[in-house]
């Protein structure tokens, strides 16, 4: 007997897989978390939103890039938030997704790795 005959068994198709770059999956990921504290490292800017509509901001990157460190960027927006408390009507954090892919996904590897 030939084997045009018999029944080929069924091949499962093949899984899709969808091309999504490290970027584009820590974006939704931050999006999708509750952010109640952001290091200061991560921050491209950070925008003061007042109750009379002004914007004052604050480029966290061009600080940090000028020479201040970490501490010292982070004890001056801890001082803009104090001076401005009363008229702040919201406050706005932009957070530089590459910095955090880079710190975060290390981490995720390595908690991943172990888990197997």
Known sequence: MSNQNQPQPRKSPKRKRLNVSIKDRWNK???????ETVPVDV???VTFKLVDGTDVKVNIK??????????EVEAFLNEKLEQLESYIDDVDYFVNIDD?????????????????
């Open 29 to 35: 990921i931050l999006k999708e978390v509750e952010k």
């Open 43 to 45: 921050l491209q800017a």
């Open 62 to 71: 061009e600080l940090i890039n000028s020479g201040y460190s970490s501490e």
């Open 100 to 116: 955090v892919a880079n710190v975060i996904q290390p981490m995720t590897d390595s908690i991943l790795r172990d888990l197997k």
